[in-house]
């Protein structure tokens, strides 16, 4: 199947003029690889609204990312802008992961007759040895080609901003085992990002 981007999907799934709006902006926090599909979207996304944090995200795609063939199939990096500093642990990343993923899939599958089974977003999230750093392992349906079900592999680095009052969090996503080359990719766009 080709490539659909968030955009269209979101687009498809009825949100604003207001929210493709926001889509467009140019990134502030993820500011490359270039051939990295770009998106920006509100925080939280039309797919998720019981996500409880408000602010921004953005997402870089790598090339083959809706390519279920391609090493690069499903693996990117999402940076998000929180407002405010509310503690954010294991718990919280957990609920935020199997929230957003239940929404995203359930939401794309729709306009396929596709009904994931909402048990499945049962995110596992462990912090590791140092302060703001998590490994995950989140189970995804992918609504976007066949519906199988695919286990990401994610990084999270939460870094608070206290003197912007805001809080970003960057995630990257992959189902490949975090040795893969995909990953050096991945970490290269989460060294270089920049603060909100």
């Known amino acids: 199947m080709k490539h659909f981007g968030l955009l269209l999907i979101l687009a498809s799934a009825g949100l604003t003029s207001s929210h493709a709006q926001h889509a467009q902006l140019a990134p502030t926090m993820l500011l ?19 996500i409880p944090w408000t602010g921004y995200e953005e997402a ?16 990117y990096a ?3 802008c ?17 929230k957003y993923f ?22 596992e999230v462990k912090p ?4 703001g750093l998590f490994s995950a392992k989140a189970p995804y349906i992918d609504t976007f080609t066949d519906g199988r079900q695919l286990t990401l592999n994610l990084e999270i680095d939460v ?9 970003q969090i960057i995630l990257l996503l992959s189902p490949q085992a975090t040795d893969a080359e995909i990953w050096k990719q991945l970490r290269e766009v989460r060294d270089t990002a920049h603060a909100p």
């Open 128 to 131: 590791r040895d140092k302060a």
């Open 32 to 50: 490359g690889p270039a051939d990295w599909r770009f998106e920006r979207l509100p925080m939280p996304p039309g797919f998720a609204r019981d």
């Open 159 to 167: 870094r608070p901003q206290p003197a912007m009052k805001k809080t």
């Open 78 to 80: 999402l940076s998000i």
């Open 82 to 98: 929180i407002d405010g500093t509310p503690e954010i642990g294991a718990k919280e990343l957990k609920d935020f992961l199997d």
């Open 60 to 75: 870089r795609f790598s090339p083959g990312m809706f390519n279920n063939k391609a090493a690069t199939h499903f693996s």
């Open 102 to 123: 239940k929404g995203l899939s359930t939401m794309v599958g729709r306009g396929k007759g596709m009904r994931p089974d909402p048990t499945v977003f049962n995110a």
